[in-house]
């Protein structure tokens, strides 16, 4: 079975360009979910989803970041401008309404 | 006071030893536990669900204790491939849908 796919897996941009995060979370599953990883801040929940309507993005750090789910299979988070602090790997994770939830193997981002 | 907690550790034992981390949740209406474990530089997986009257797999055993809030792992005969990071993962909400919270993890390392 495919689990959450991810893509690009691995991103080198300079300050101030745009970057986009894809996300195909498991089929079948209602919420989806965004989270970003550092050293220093540890696993922080950006956006979830539930069939396509994002429930919260209070861990969204500021304007500069926006997360869409136009249909059930496919989502992305999108930073403009990027900026050197947003250097993290970007998890997109989905689950059922009840049970675990599922991580794709994460995007990692470096912003120079 | 966080709303999932766990002892950062690291804890460093040897090969066969017996280990135990403990987790606290602030929500009492929590529903739903889990534990995952995070490898350098891949992203979560689901090492065991916790249920009601705990549960156990292979050398894995999984406790909830609703009164003090706290969930525990106990992981027996520590193998060196069981040095990870394990994060103590529970669903806030009392319908047992929505986000999961995520603990920051503790640090297992199993030396020869």
């Known amino acids: 079975d495919a689990g959450v796919i991810q893509s690009p897996r691995h991103e080198v941009t300079e300050m101030g360009q745009e970057v986009t995060l894809r996300c195909k979370p498991i089929s079948g599953h209602d919420y989806l979910f965004w989270y970003r990883q550092t050293m220093m801040r540890g696993l922080e929940l950006l956006i979830y989803f539930n069939n396509n309507v994002p429930i919260d993005d209070s861990g969204m750090p500021e304007d500069r970041f926006s997360a869409k789910m136009p249909n059930a299979s496919f989502s992305t988070l999108k930073i403009q401008p990027s900026e050197p602090r947003d250097s993290a790997v970007y998890f997109c994770?989905?689950?059922?309404?009840?049970?675990?939830?599922?991580f794709g193997e994460g995007s990692w981002l470096t912003v120079v | 006071r966080k709303e999932v907690e766990q002892d950062p550790g690291p804890f460093n034992v040897p090969e066969g030893a017996t280990v135990a981390f403990n987790c606290t949740y602030s929500n009492s209406a929590s529903q739903s536990f889990f534990w995952y474990r995070q490898d350098c530089r891949k992203e979560p997986k689901l090492l065991m669900s916790v249920y009601s009257s705990g549960n156990e797999d292979g050398r894995f055993t999984a406790q909830l204790n609703r009164a003090s809030q706290y969930i525990s792992l106990l992981i027996r005969d520590s193998k060196l491939s069981d040095s990870a990071t394990y994060l103590c993962v529970v669903n806030m909400k009392t319908s047992n849908t929505g986000k999961l919270i995520f603990g920051q993890g503790t640090t297992l390392q199993v030396k020869p």
């Open positions: 994770a989905s689950r059922f309404p009840t049970g675990p939830i599922y």
